[in-house]
């Protein structure tokens, strides 16, 4: 007879995430409990706040799009054993270039190749905030950690610095940011709708080009092996510093494209807070998911939903939508805390 | 141009980064990197505000926002130490999950009015000719953060505490063999870096920037351990770093008027340009790349 097919090696992560989101929701129910509110209309409320109506779910399509592309990026991070907390610059300047190459070739090129150009701009420009940023860790010395934090601050004082200085309305720069484009630029939607299909097809083409390149091929494997250890990837002839700066790069690709879909679809523009936190967000999610592509699409529309229902809680019962990111980072921690939830990357930053 | 007001102010809004940044070098000197900070900053500010609020006692603000950044600083310390678990991943975490949890528990305590630490100028001394104003008219907050500045270097380097805390960060398998408990000294040290941090979140919600709102210190914490690097973990350096930040943000506000310009958001950053240039100098000395 043959063995019983079993998997601990599955199942128990997954008993491990069910028992994470037990105490998760247990601790933000008590959250809610301490804020005078019922648990279960806060429930109600997150639901009718995601799929209420197809304008709800649709926003929900559109978060899911930059949280997969960035999550997508720093599943080639994570598995270099680097924690890459420039994502969230990344994206910024991806929607900074992506304005500015629209700005620049809106008058002489058809919208739809305005709108390919600031996308592909939006790429470069992530792609290459994030070398910089492989570069100071690299050849710098600096901690990617650091290094990182300090260029997402760099992006986000250069977009304030943009849309309070050379590109403010005119005569007015205000936090709404800077002048909406025309409405040829602006990527098709679901209908009338936030999502654009686009948007949400790149995401999905990312995750699945990033599942089969660092599942699938060579390159994966030597960045897993740059991951697992660095030194001894490079005794064995694998060229660390070369993979270190290819999987920032290829992070800063698609964080970029997030950043520039966030401009092209959503904002039409270029807003201080563009990012929208999503980076920081995509952080958690991979985290969660233990780089684990399989795991990243669910746990992005769960983190997809929360945030777009959360908006309701304001106006349904008066609690700070930020709810949502509580659940979010108890369900983090709480996983991470759980034994064999480790979060895999390899070192400890400095 | 009057220098002295600009560096008085600047001496006076650094004061909550000072008690940060020392705090996260005693945490950092024991070897745990509290990542936590922006969040742990937050909610003690949060926590802070709303106790003094709801007692009336600046002390009772003052304690219980030092106990949150304990709080906190035990789950990094219990996490990263007992259940040997990624203490970047946590203190990341903690950092976002604190900075939402003082939104959602803060609501009730938005821009409502609330104690603020009295000024308190300091007979004789404020009358030094420059020293005076630039030092000793300020509140008893500032002057006790003058205090944690000298005390921390002394500690550091004059006592044997101070060296058995640098051992233990540096060399604890070195500090162990001579009988120090590691996991022990490394606990207090992350404990009492994380009331620190507290502290500094409620100088600024019932000081510096007196009240609550939402994301009411954004960025200050991520600051904070920029400074402690470019510090290079030393108290005094750490200060000077927090200084310099408070300097620029003086210059950014006196700049918005006199060169309109340039917006104030690029001098907003420059603490961090400056951060990175600091680094990667620091590290030429050091020599060689990282990788290989």
């Known amino acids: 007879m043959k063995p019983a097919l079993v998997k601990p090696a599955f199942v128990k992560p997954a008993l491990l995430r069910a028992a994470a989101l037990v105490v998760s929701l247990v601790f933000v129910g008590a959250v809610c409990l301490l804020m005078g509110a019922s648990p279960a209309a806060v429930a109600v409320a997150f639901w009718d706040g995601a799929f209420g109506t197809v304008d709800q779910a649709a926003r929900v399509l559109g978060t899911l799009s930059p949280l997969l592309l960035c999550a997508s990026g720093l599943l080639f991070t994570f598995r270099a054993g680097l924690y890459n907390l420039g994502v969230e610059g990344q994206l910024v300047v991806g929607a900074i270039a992506a304005t500015g190459a629209a700005s620049a070739t809106e008058s002489v090129l058809p919208a739809w190749a305005v709108i390919a150009v600031a996308l592909v701009a939006g790429m470069l420009a992530g792609a290459s905030w994030g070398v910089l940023t492989g570069v100071l860790h690299v050849f710098g010395r600096v901690s990617e950690i650091f290094a990182g934090l300090g260029m997402n601050f760099m992006a986000q004082g250069a977009a304030l610095y943009l849309i309070f200085g050379p590109w403010k309305r005119e005569g007015v720069a205000s936090m709404a940011g800077t002048e909406p484009m025309d409405r040829s630029l602006w990527m098709s939607t679901f209908g009338t709708t936030d999502a654009s299909p686009t948007a949400l097809l790149l995401a999905i083409a990312a995750a699945v080009f990033t599942a089969v390149l660092i599942q699938r091929t060579h390159f994966g494997l030597k960045v897993r092996a740059v991951g697992q250890n660095l030194r001894s990837a490079h005794v064995l002839g694998v060229p660390a510093v070369q993979q270190l700066l290819i999987v920032f790069a290829a992070c800063g690709v698609f964080s970029g494209l997030a950043g520039a879909l966030q401009v092209m679809a959503v904002f039409h523009r270029l807003i201080p807070n563009v990012s929208s936190n999503l980076g920081y967000l995509a952080l958690l999610v991979v985290m969660l998911a233990s780089f684990d592509m399989r795991l990243v699409v669910p746990i992005a529309v769960l983190f997809s939903v929360l945030n777009v229902g959360s908006l309701r809680l304001p106006l349904a019962l008066g609690l700070e939508s930020s709810l949502s990111g509580v659940l979010q980072g108890a369900l983090a921690l709480v996983f991470l805390l759980l034994p064999r939830g480790d979060s895999g990357a390899r070192r400890e930053g400095t | ?292």
């Open chain 2, 1 to 292: 141009m009057d220098v002295v007001p600009i560096f008085a102010t600047a001496i006076a809004t650094s004061t909550p980064m000072v008690f940060a940044a020392i705090g996260e070098t005693f945490s950092e000197r024991a070897g745990v990197i509290n990542l936590s900070a922006e969040g742990t900053i937050m909610l003690s500010a949060m926590t802070g505000f709303a106790l003094a609020e709801s007692t009336g006692s600046l002390l009772c603000g003052f304690a219980g926002a030092a106990i949150t950044g304990m709080l906190v600083a035990l789950i990094v310390a219990f996490g990263s130490i007992t259940l040997q678990k990624s203490q970047i991943a946590i203190g990341f975490v903690l950092a976002l999950l604190c900075a939402d949890l003082s939104s959602v528990l803060g609501n009730p305590f938005v821009r409502i009015p609330g104690p603020t630490v009295p000024e308190m100028s300091i007979p004789v001394l404020r009358d030094i000719p420059i020293l005076g104003p630039l030092l000793f008219r300020s509140d008893a907050l500032v002057y006790a953060s003058y205090l944690l500045i000298l005390g921390a270097t002394a500690y550091f380097y004059g006592t044997r505490a101070g060296l058995l805390l640098r051992a233990t960060g540096e060399k604890p398998t070195s500090a162990y063999v001579r009988g120090a408990h590691v996991i022990r000294l490394r606990y207090a040290y992350t404990l009492f870096g994380g009331a620190l941090m507290g502290i500094a979140g409620a100088a600024f919600s019932l000081d510096f920037k007196a009240g609550w709102s939402h994301r009411h210190t954004a960025g200050y914490g991520w600051i904070a351990l920029a400074i402690v690097i470019f510090g290079g973990l030393h108290p005094t350096k750490v200060a000077l770093g927090a200084y310099v930040f408070g300097v620029l943000q003086s210059v950014a506000t006196l700049a918005q008027s006199s060169i309109p310009d340039v917006p104030t958001q690029v001098f907003g950053v420059a603490p961090f340009a400056l951060m990175i240039g600091v680094l990667v100098i620091s590290s030429r000395r050091r020599g060689g790349t990282q990788m290989v």
